[in-house]
Every structure is written in structure tokens, then in C-alpha cells.
């Protein structure tokens, strides 16, 4: 079978090293006789795993003493209303700055549940550009602020963290966590489904500061609450010990590559590779996203003429480059470029591209 490249925008590709040592281990994992799957999560050995797999993420990603490490499940989208729920009392303001598909999304299932407050939205620009930081309506009163530092379906990543003052920021980093170093200080909060950079799906990376755990004074259910999810060492109820500990092969795995430092070199290189081609393309391909606003992660592009988007996808298909569909929502195409797609799958991709522009421009 010759190469192929993934370019899914998620579940997405994971790195082929770590694939390959989960099916060396898949039988028989360490000493345990069973499957890792087939372990008890409150048994020693899973449990010693758990634990060295949040301090392998602590170390890479330099999460500070005073912050929690949850590995939940439900995905990103459970947490739009769960973060309202435990950060907010149930009339309080929260602010919500508005960039894509997703931060739409956390605030309109955090409007059951919190005072949902629109502090910028770049609609209007069909979501092309960010929200200047200068406009953007904040109130010191707010429980937090939440924004999605990358957009996934528009394309969009914030160069920087936004400044938002005291109250605390929270932000859905499910598409760009572990692509680049972060400072975890800066945030309150930072929640991720694992299916882009982390993991398979159906597991989800929430980092909160300890002091917030106290904020969630409403009635509701314990597997609803982040300090019981906390002082249960996300054992609340029965976890997902398969994707957890594949996100620790994950880690590992960038920690082997050179850690966060490291990513953030090889991801910006290759968005600038396939940035200049589609600039460099005379219009045949198009990014609308404004250049100070584009994602280093997810690449939205259109062909001049959209009656060859089929002829484009069979084709790059054929070539071993899979998944480059855009999203039903924009139409035309999409190249995911995570930490698992090394720079020889963007090559390979921007030369088809020529190719296919040379055959049909
Ligand atoms: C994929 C994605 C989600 C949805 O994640 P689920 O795990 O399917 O709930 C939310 N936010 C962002 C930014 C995403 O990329």
C-alpha cells in the first residue's frame, strides 16, 4: 500500500509511533496479563498510570501546582454547559467573544444556564476575521470570559492570549492544545476534546484552577461537578481507560519529538507551506481568512471553480490524501494539519495541488 496522509479534521490522525506501540501492547499490556482495556481503572497499575500520565502532560505543558488535571468524557461540547454550571452562579453575567462555528456554539448551550453576554462577534465579516481586541465589551462583574482560541470549521486561531483583566478566561482549546507552548496562568480555564491533538474520541482534557472548583454552588448531579470529578481523580464513574492512556502514548510521544517548543516549529512551518501555495496559486485556490487570523491548524480553501471540488477530492484521494472535504457548512475543502501530520504530508499535498492546478487551471 503506498503512503497515505490524513488530513481528517477529527477524530484525526494520531502519530504512527504511537499507533504502532499500542498494537505491540494491545494483548498483553506491561505485566497485567490482559489488554490495558481490560484492566479495573481503580487497580494499581491503572491507576499508576493515570498518575504518571498527568505528570508527563504537567511537565509538558508546565501546568502549574494550583491547577487540576481532569480527563472526562462527553467531549467538548458537554463542557459549553458544564463550565457554566460550575463557574457561574445561575443569574451571573459570563462574556463570550464570538469567532466562529464553535465559541457560537459554547454560547448558545451556556445560555440555559448563565447570563450569556456577546462581548465581540466577528459574524458580521463571515467570520474571516477576528474580533478587534480594542471593541470587545468585557464587564469586570463577569463569572469568566470564554472565547475558542481555534476555530475549526472557519479557520481562525488567535495569534495571542486575549487580556481580559481579573476575571477569569476560559477557552475551548479542543483543536490547537499541545501545538504550541501555553501558559497556563493566563487561563482559568482549558478544555479540550482529544480526538485533534490528544487522542482517539470520546475523551476530554479539562485543566481548571483549583480556587474556581468552589464557584459550582447550584443543585446538581456529582457527574456534573468539577471539584467531585477533582477529588475523585476523574474516577468519578468508570473512565476511559483506552483513550486515556493512548493520550499518554501521546504525550510522550511529543515529549520524545522535542515537547511543545518543538511542535509549535514544525506546525508553523507547515501552515506557512500551504499558506504560500494557495497564495502563490493566482487565485486558483483561496483562503478568505485574513493573514494576521489564520490557523495554523485548519486550512479552509476553495478551488476558483467549484464544479471541480469533486474532481479535486477523487483525485487527491487516489494520491493518499485523505480526508480533505471541507465542512458541510463552508463547502470546498479543508486540510487539518495537527501535531501527527509531519511536514512530508503538507509537501505532498501542496504538490498535488500544483499538479491538479496544472492539469485543470
Ligand atoms: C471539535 C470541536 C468541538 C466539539 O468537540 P466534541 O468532542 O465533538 O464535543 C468543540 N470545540 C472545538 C473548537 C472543536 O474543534
Request: no cysteine; charged share 20%.
Amino acid at each position: 500500500m503506498s503512503r497515505t496522509w490524513n488530513f481528517a479534521a477529527g477524530p484525526a490522525a494520531m502519530p504512527e509511533e504511537v499507533l504502532r506501540q499500542a498494537q505491540a501492547e494491545l494483548l498483553e499490556w506491561r505485566d497485567v496479563r490482559a489488554s490495558v482495556m481490560e484492566i479495573s481503572h481503580r487497580g494499581k497499575a491503572f491507576m499508576a498510570l493515570a498518575a504518571g500520565i498527568e505528570a508527563d502532560l504537567r511537565a509538558l505543558a508546565g501546568i502549574p501546582d494550583h491547577y487540576k488535571v481532569l480527563f472526562l468524557q462527553g467531549g467538548a461540547t458537554l463542557q459549553f454547559p458544564l463550565l457554566a454550571m460550575n463557574l457561574a452562579a445561575p443569574a451571573q453575567r459570563a462574556d463570550y467573544v464570538l469567532s466562529g462555528h464553535w465559541s457560537d456554539k459554547a454560547a448558545r448551550e451556556a445560555a440555559p444556564y448563565v447570563d450569556v453576554r456577546i462581548a465581540a462577534d466577528a459574524r458580521d465579516s463571515g467570520y474571516t476575521t477576528l474580533p478587534p481586541h480594542a471593541q470587545w465589551q468585557l464587564d469586570p462583574g463577569s463569572a469568566y470570559v470564554h472565547y475558542t482560541p481555534n476555530e475549526t470549521i472557519h479557520g481562525l486561531e488567535f495569534p495571542d492570549v486575549p487580556e481580559v483583566g481579573a476575571v477569569p478566561l476560559v477557552a475551548d482549546f479542543s483543536s490547537s492544545i499541545l501545538s504550541a507552548p501555553i501558559d497556563i496562568s493566563r487561563y482559568g480555564m482549558v478544555y479540550a476534546g482529544a480526538q485533534k491533538n490528544i487522542g482517539p474520541s470520546g475523551l476530554t482534557l479539562l485543566i481548571v484552577r483549583e480556587d474556581l472548583l468552589a464557584r459550582a454552588t447550584r443543585p446538581m448531579a456529582t457527574i456534573f461537578r468539577y471539584a467531585d470529578h477533582a477529588a475523585q481523580g476523574s474516577m468519578l464513574n468508570t473512565p476511559n481507560t483506552f483513550g486515556w492512556y493512548l493520550a499518554g502514548l501521546t504525550f510522550r510521544w511529543i515529549a520524545r519529538h522535542g515537547g511543545l517548543a518543538a511542535m509549535a516549529a514544525r506546525n508553523r512551518r507547515k501552515a506557512d507551506t500551504l499558506y504560500a501555495a494557495i497564495d502563490a496559486s493566482g487565485g486558483f485556490y483561496r483562503n478568505p481568512v485574513a493573514a494576521a487570523a489564520r490557523s495554523r491548524m485548519n486550512v479552509p480553501f476553495f478551488l476558483v471553480d467549484a464544479a471541480l471540488d469533486g474532481r479535486f477530492l477523487a483525485e487527491s484521494e487516489q494520491a493518499g490524501l485523505l480526508a480533505l472535504k471541507g465542512h458541510r457548512a463552508l463547502g470546498g475543502m479543508r486540510a487539518s494539519l495537527y501535531n501527527a501530520m509531519p511536514q512530508e504530508g503538507v509537501d505532498a499535498l501542496v504538490a498535488f495541488m500544483s499538479d491538479f492546478q496544472r492539469r485543470h487551471g
